[in-house]
């Protein structure tokens, strides 16, 4: 890389410079992006240990205190980043990807230190020997570090809640780049930060969770999950919403709903559904499959058993960027009734994809 990053910036020191790519570097345009952005940082710092983290944060600090507060600082562990907060243009990216071991430290408790550049894929398959299971995403190459610190919503959220709810203790270097153990009785407001504030507080390295063991005596999959996918299309989204809303609220929690709504033309909305069943297909999942299928007019169904692990298999797909849509996320503590027809407004938006 080229020594000087920039002639405004403090001289780089000696032990990053190992660890430093700029935009002559060979893979600078491997490490510049997430899913959904290139971004054109300055520098990137690729650490390979906390002592690097510690040492990558101190810089940044001497720069925005010797140049200016506002140059882009962003952290980057898995580089899925849907918030696309993980990269920036003129600024230093710091990537923990390195920093990405899992280790099951008591198989009947359910402890489990996860290192924050983990991707979720590779935790689950390092979990399924001791049938241990931990709530995350819906996609195996998201980072543990941005989706463990912002909330965590994924397949099992109706049945084991938030990743944030399964956070036991975590590492994490703070802006004077010292490390902080945090739990309920260490700094409990910082821990109390750390689950759901994101990167605003620091970094995490690493995260103790406490997994839970989810076994079914009758299967031959480690921790089985049923998934039935559903293709159809609806001409009254609202009704559609509305009675998608009670099926799933009365179902069962071990079963979680995932919908993708898409609109060909303004009057024919269609629709991806894809149902999760925690377990081994019985009678009870039987019955809510044959009820989801009465909910709109179907074209395509198809029904699944594999183990967790092969359902977010991380597939370690190099970030360029390459998904071109904005993504925004809401959360509602309630579905009022009018929330059919909010969703209506929009894909009837000219402004809406």
């Not at 463990?148 to 397949?155: E, R, V």
């Not at 609202?238 to 009670?246: A, L, M």
Request: glycine share 8%; charged share 20%.
């Amino acid at each position: 890389m080229n020594n000087d990053v920039n002639a405004t910036w403090p001289k780089l020191p000696v032990a990053l410079k190992k660890i430093a790519i700029d935009p002559t570097s060979d893979d600078y345009e491997l490490m510049c992006s997430n899913y959904f952005v290139t971004g054109r940082p300055k520098l990137i710092l690729r650490a390979t240990t906390e002592r690097d983290v510690i040492a990558s944060i101190q810089y940044v600090k001497k720069i925005r205190e010797s140049v200016s507060h506002s140059i882009p600082f962003s952290f980057r562990s898995g580089g899925h980043g849907i918030s696309m907060a993980s990269v920036n243009d003129g600024g230093i990216i710091l990537d923990i990807s390195q920093l990405n071991s899992v280790t099951v430290t008591d198989a009947e408790q359910g402890l489990v230190q996860v290192q924050a550049g983990a991707v979720w894929g590779d935790v689950a398959e390092a979990l399924r020997p001791f049938n241990l299971i931990i709530s995350s995403g819906d996609f195996g190459d998201t980072g543990v570090g941005g989706l463990a610190t912002g909330g965590g919503i994924g397949l099992l959220v109706r049945r084991l809640g938030l990743t944030i709810d399964h956070i036991v203790s975590a590492r994490l270097v703070t802006a004077d780049g010292e490390i902080r153990v945090t739990d309920h009785q260490k700094y409990p407001d910082l821990f109390w930060g750390i689950r759901g504030g994101n990167s605003q507080l620091g970094m995490v390295t690493a995260f103790t969770f406490k997994a839970s063991k989810l076994v079914e005596e009758k299967s031959d999959i480690s921790l089985p999950f049923t998934v039935q996918t559903i293709e159809s299309q609806t001409s009254n989204l609202t009704k559609f919403i509305q009675q998608w809303q009670s099926w799933i609220t009365h179902a069962s929690s071990k079963m979680s709903s995932n919908l993708m709504l898409t609109a060909e033309n303004r009057n024919t909305v269609h629709i991806n559904a894809s149902n999760f069943w925690a377990g081994s297909i019985n009678s009870d999942a039987k019955a809510l499959f044959k009820s989801a299928l009465s909910l709109s007019e179907v074209n395509k169904h198809q029904l699944e058993t594999k183990s967790y692990a092969e359902l977010v298999k991380a597939p370690h797909i190099p970030h360029s960027g390459q998904q071109p849509v904005f993504v925004k996320n809401i959360l509602l503590d309630a579905m009022n009734p009018n929330i059919g027809d909010i969703i209506t407004s929009i894909f009837k938006a000219s402004a809406t994809m």
